[in-house]
């Protein structure tokens, strides 16, 4: 297998580390951006948090469900976060490669904002993604 990642593979475990060195692993969908890969996700998640404290991650091919195969390369990477039209330009990139399963997945997040909104429960957070660069 190689030591390299290409927007052909659908998902990766993007491992993100706790304050005491605890391995966190998450399967995200990911697009190809130039020399980085683009994540869309929620602001006030953990992998954000864990990423604001130590931009070191690694990832590996996975399965929709996180599963990595055995022979699948751990991949060094550097992680950053981006909000913006840094964070618009990653979810366009996500929306053109994952199509219509991305079409449907954000008519759920879009009805279940609303939902928040309904609730009172609206934290105006701004829209933030994740950007990561592989390493030697």
């Not at 966190?24 to 996700?41: H, K, N, Q, R, S």
């Not at 990595?68 to 981006?82: E, F, G, I, K, M």
């Not at 879009?110 to 660069?133: C, N, V, Y």
Request: charged share 25%.
């Amino acid at each position: 297998m190689s030591n390299s990642l290409s927007n052909r593979e659908k998902y990766v475990s993007l491992v993100t580390f706790r304050r005491d060195g605890t391995a966190v692993p998450t399967p995200v969908w990911f697009a190809a951006m130039g020399d980085e890969f683009g994540v869309i996700t929620e602001t006030n998640v953990g992998k954000v948090k864990r990423i604001r404290n130590n931009s070191r991650v690694t990832v590996q091919v996975c399965d929709m469900s996180g599963k990595v195969s055995s022979d699948a390369p751990v991949l060094s990477a550097t992680a950053r976060l981006v909000t913006g039209e840094d964070a618009v330009r990653v979810r366009k990139a996500v929306g053109k490669k994952y199509g219509s399963v991305y079409v449907a997945f954000s008519v759920y997040w879009q009805l279940s904002t609303l939902w928040e909104k309904i609730r009172g429960r609206d934290k105006h957070d701004p829209e933030t993604a994740i950007l990561f660069r592989l390493t030697a």
